[in-house]
């Protein structure tokens, strides 16, 4: 079963600031920052929107119906405009990354969280898109309450249909915040699929695996298609540097 996005990613880090007494009312730093956007041109091919986690809800956007076709884009809908191949992995990621800053502080504009993946767009074609995501506002406790992002048709530029990440921050927290999204991947392939991405890395071929773990070569396919899928790599090759980059092997 599919998640359903920002009820089970969100729904927490919401309960921990929906108690927040501060005032709703937009401070002049975000008031500052809310108008430079609006005042800038944005150029073919990009969008960008803000959230405000207290009010669940995207409180300002500029060029979303331009670049998707979307009239009815909020908080609500984002998550049903990923393609379903890119899903889970796309929410993997992002629960991760509210999940390291549901118990870590961080400032404003101090955080750039980068994640890609396969959008639809109104009517009905794909297209691969980069969302650049920063801490727009902080409450007293410097929890994140407001953040700003910036999206990017990068079709022309991304061949491939992975589902990519990245974060840099200010200071120590992005060292942190990569080993804890690492950690996270350690439980993303069984046991027995970490077994045979070891022989891959060796460079066993799937009948060498079988005879090796005394399974089946159709066995070891059938693995080796779910590890695909579940980082969403194309090939061995991907799937191989997808478990470097994440520790896993």
């Known amino acids: 079963m599919k998640l359903d996005y920002y009820k089970d990613i969100y729904e927490n880090y919401y309960q921990m600031i929906i108690d927040d007494k501060t005032s709703n009312e937009l401070s002049d730093s975000v008031k500052s920052v809310l108008f430079s956007i609006d005042n800038s041109p944005l150029t073919l091919g990009h969008a960008h929107y803000v959230i405000d986690y207290r009010l669940k809800k995207i409180i300002y956007q500029k060029g979303i119906e331009e670049l998707l076709g979307y009239s009815d884009f909020d908080v609500d809908t984002i998550a049903s405009y990923v393609h379903p191949d890119d899903y889970d992995r796309h929410a993997f990621i992002v629960k991760s990354v509210v999940d390291f800053f ?142 470097r980059n994440n520790a896993i092997i």
């Not at 048709?153 to 999204?181: H, P, R, Y």
């Not at 069984?190 to 159709?218: A, M, Q, V």
């Open 102 to 243: 549901a118990i870590h502080t961080s400032s404003p504009l101090e955080v750039m969280f980068s994640i890609t993946a396969r959008v639809k767009k109104e009517d009905g074609n794909y297209i691969n898109l980069l969302r650049n995501t920063t801490i727009l506002d902080v409450n007293k406790d410097n929890k994140m309450t407001k953040s700003y992002s910036l999206l990017s048709d990068i079709s022309n530029i991304k061949s491939n249909n992975q589902v990519m990440w990245n974060c840099a921050c200010n200071g120590t927290n992005t060292e942190e915040l990569v080993k804890f999204v690492k950690e996270k991947h350690k439980n993303i392939f069984t046991k027995r699929e970490k077994e045979i991405l070891n022989y891959l890395k060796l460079g066993n071929k799937s009948k060498e695996i079988s005879e090796k773990l005394f399974l089946s070569k159709h066995t070891i396919d059938t693995h080796r298609r779910k590890m695909l899928s579940k980082s969403t790599c194309s090939n061995t090759v991907e799937l191989l540097s997808f478990a």
